[in-house]
């Protein structure tokens, strides 16, 4: 699967801005929080997640080349997608929104021209296949 960032030469009005609510409220309003684009239409955010990740008690390891730390989470709407350094890359269901939100430090990153431009500048664009060391 290969994440496109999508452009437009639109402007839009940001969306107002939300109240967070508790967990456990009104579903329809969680998953309205949900949706809403992090930085405006079509944002996809990065963070990396250096040590071992483990959903629901079983760890997680790359199916290409077996690693099993050293990810690139990815967000884009609603779905999280984990990237291994060899490039492989999958849809993960059982991590939310919520969790990539708790996951990124705070609201300053590195802007970069295209998906494909910042996955080559964090070394996740298939460059280290092969090379990964216990």
Same mark, same amino acid.
């Given at each position: 699967?290969?994440?496109?960032?999508?452009?437009?030469?639109?402007?839009?009005?940001?969306? +107002?801005? #939300?109240?967070?609510?508790?967990?456990?409220?009104?579903?329809? #309003?969680?998953?309205?929080?949900?949706?809403?684009?992090?930085?405006? +239409?079509?944002?996809? @955010?990065?963070?990396?997640?250096?040590?071992?990740?483990?959903?629901?008690?079983?760890?997680?390891?790359?199916?290409?080349?077996?690693? @099993?730390?050293?990810?690139?989470?990815?967000?884009?709407?609603r779905?999280?997608?984990?990237?291994c350094r060899?490039?492989?890359?999958?849809?993960?269901?059982?991590?939310?929104?919520?969790?990539?939100?708790?996951?990124?430090?705070? +609201?300053?990153?590195?802007?970069? +021209?295209?998906?494909?431009?910042?996955?080559?500048?964090?070394? *996740?664009?298939?460059? *280290?296949?092969?090379?990964?060391?216990?």
């Amino acid at each position: 699967m290969t994440l496109v960032l999508r452009t437009t030469t639109r402007t839009t009005e940001p969306a +107002p801005a #939300l109240p967070v609510l508790p967990t456990g409220t009104d579903p329809l #309003l969680q998953l309205q929080a949900e949706t809403r684009p992090a930085d405006g +239409p079509g944002a996809i @955010r990065c963070v990396g997640h250096s040590r071992e990740l483990a959903l629901g008690g079983i760890p997680v390891m790359c199916s290409a080349c077996r690693a @099993r730390r050293d990810w690139l989470l990815i967000n884009h709407g609603r779905n999280v997608w984990v990237r291994c350094r060899c490039g492989n890359q999958w849809l993960e269901p059982e991590i939310s929104r919520a969790d990539f939100d708790a996951l990124v430090g705070g +609201p300053h990153g590195t802007t970069y +021209p295209s998906v494909e431009a910042g996955l080559a500048a964090l070394g *996740f664009d298939g460059a *280290f296949a092969g090379i990964y060391l216990e």
